[in-house]
């Protein structure tokens, strides 16, 4: 019996439903078999399959009657119960049951291929309806996006003849031949897998069969490749009948590797706007580098990594998005200018993405913003609109303008480009630092963290990404709780760069990506950035040195999500603060 429910869970489990197929009264009647559901597992066209005598043995030993099996569909079944004495089928004579011995044998090694067909029909159409499989033949060229995970997942771009085609349901492959650093490379794609994200047939070319098997025969200089680390059966789970094994596609691994593509409407960006975002902006912006120090490794505790955006063009991260959001611009659009609202940072950089080409740029900055930022936000040619120091009237003047010049509104932080040029930042500090555990980034409006998170969630999984914001502005802590958008209406903190709200197209990646959120009093912001100045040699504002404050908090390490962080990355955000207001808040923590 307990054989009998186990099948009947896993059955259950992957599509082959039999709850009505069994049904149990009590211990002295039988169970009885449904025709229509016997059919549906392939019984009556696969009589001698593995999976039928398994089952039917299972219900023999149950000590349920041969009685229970219908004729039709289980004559190989039958004989099962006729060979240890028990013949008593209804309406089926015992000669009907003899089969000669070497018949009975091979029948035995016969697998169940008629289930294999279904579950290889239904996982093929599944892939097909996610993405477009095009014809492949030997002898097309074809291009290929491959998701490749190594040390960090990356999407190569794959082009190559194809020289072999294997048709095999869902385990179906084909080979391609290509060139690599002078050498041929012939590599095998499973035409299934969700890692392929796109098959483009570039040409279609007849290529003698002759010099296919030349191609194919040149193993000394070839390398067979991703076969291994795109399988499509690695998201799969197995149905054991017997000895036999059905590979079924788990709905909660179903394309788990295609993540990233759905959150292309998910989110306003993903890793692949993100690369195209680094390599519009590579030419206009700074590498920054990553800084260490041994005082503050022994002091946390943790080995850190500085990623200085303070040096960055512009004096903070800004620039990078400001520079995609500019570049992105057709003609048309760029000719007319472009508009902003801020109170420092994202104006100077939009006004020197704007001087680089050569367009002109309306800046609404709302009253008490630091002069130092306004001061970069004339020399950069910026047209600076004074606003009062709400949102509402920095929303109403920055609206104002559009309809006077026709510009294209950017806005600080709630723009899909701008994420995506924040979102460089990480792609950067996991190449100069590959074994970091987790990035702690200062959070606002949520433009850099939603970059970076999107960004370093994709190529290291597993890394967490934690937000620092000060106590007198902590929204994204209280909408983490909440679960939805808290807007404070009065903001008190020394970090002028971090009281922005987060906006709709942020919140979603905040939500899901960041892993927590940990809040600074201003005496330990204020601290941190004296770490700044006296050991790390950086001038960085109050907004850029918070993260350094998150870390040695001690909210941060009486964390349990953080304490097995031990590489830890930091954004140093912005280095453009006022030395008078600087030098009177280290007196002030004194």
């Known amino acids: ?122 996982a093929v159409e599944e892939v097909r309806s996610l993405r477009e499989i095009p014809e492949i033949k030997p002898g097309y060229i074809v291009q290929l996006k491959v998701e490749v995970p190594e040390n960090k997942r990356r999407v190569s771009i794959v082009k190559g003849v194809v020289i072999a085609r294997r048709n095999a349901g869902l385990n179906s492959t084909f080979r391609i031949r290509r060139l690599v650093a002078g050498v041929g490379v012939e590599s095998m794609f499973p035409l299934y897998s969700p890692n392929l994200r796109e098959i483009k047939v570039v040409d279609k070319k007849k290529v003698r069969r002759a010099k296919l098997y030349y191609l194919r025969d040149k193993l000394h200089n070839t390398t067979l490749s991703l076969s291994k680390c795109i399988c499509p059966l690695e998201f799969c789970n197995f149905l054991k009948l017997g000895k036999l094994k059905f590979p079924i596609l788990n709905p909660k691994l179903k394309f788990e590797k295609l993540e990233m593509e759905a959150n292309r409407e998910k989110y306003a960006a993903d890793i692949l706007s993100i690369k195209e975002a680094h390599d519009r902006i590579k030419p206009y912006i700074h590498r920054t580098p990553v800084l260490t120090s041994e005082s503050l490794n022994s002091i946390s505790g943790r080995s850190l990594f500085f990623k200085c955006e303070c040096l960055q063009k512009g004096g903070a991260f800004k620039f990078r998005g400001a520079c995609n959001a500019v570049l992105s611009l057709d003609a048309e659009q760029a000719a007319k200018g472009v508009v902003t609202h801020s109170s420092g940072n994202h104006a100077a950089a939009l006004s020197l993405a704007a001087k680089i080409q050569g367009i002109p740029a309306y800046i609404v900055v709302p009253k008490g913003a630091p002069k130092c930022k306004v001061d970069n936000v004339i020399r950069y040619g910026g047209k600076v609109i004074w606003s009062e120091a709400t949102m509402s009237s920095r929303e109403e003047i920055a609206s104002k303008v559009l309809q006077e010049t026709g510009s294209v509104l950017i806005h600080p932080y709630n723009d899909g480009r701008i994420i ?81 709200s987060l906006g709709d197209l942020t919140w979603p990646v905040v939500r899901d990506l960041v892993d927590d959120v940990v809040t600074l009093e201003e005496c330990e912001i204020i601290e941190a950035m004296k770490m700044c100045y006296e050991i790390l040699k950086v001038s960085v504002e109050p907004s850029g040195a918070i993260g350094l404050a998150a870390v040695l908090s ?37």
């Open 554 to 590: 001690n909210s941060f390490r009486n964390n349990p999500s953080c304490r097995d962080c031990k590489n830890i990355g930091i954004v140093l955000s912005g280095g453009n603060v006022d030395l008078g207001s600087l030098w009177d808040s280290f007196k002030s923590s004194k």
């Open 1 to 122: 019996m307990q054989s009998i429910r186990g099948s009947t869970r896993l059955l259950q489990r992957h599509r082959f439903s039999i709850s009505n197929t069994l049904r149990f009264t009590s211990s002295s009647s039988c169970g009885s078999w449904s025709e229509n559901e016997s059919r549906k597992l392939g019984f009556d066209s696969c009589p001698s399959s593995r999976a039928a005598t398994y089952l039917i043995s299972s219900l023999k030993n149950a000590g349920f009657s041969s009685s229970a099996i219908p004729k039709q569909n289980f004559t190989y079944a039958s004989r099962c119960f006729s060979t240890t004495g028990d013949s008593s089928v209804q309406g089926s004579p015992e000669s009907d049951c003899v089969v000669p011995q070497r018949i009975k044998f091979k029948r035995l090694d016969k697998t169940a291929k008629h289930i294999m067909q279904i579950v290889d029909k239904e």
């Open 420 to 500: 995506s040029g924040q979102g460089t930042i990480a792609l950067e500090l996991l190449e100069q630092i590959q074994e970091i555990d987790a990035i702690v980034v200062p959070i606002s409006g949520g433009g850099l963290i939603s970059g970076v998170a999107l960004a370093a969630k994709s190529i290291k999984p597993s890394i967490r990404i934690i937000a620092a914001e000060p106590k007198g502005a902590d929204d994204a802590a209280q909408s983490k709780v909440a679960g939805k958008i808290i807007t404070l209406p009065v903001t008190n903190t020394i970090a002028d760069g971090l009281r922005a």
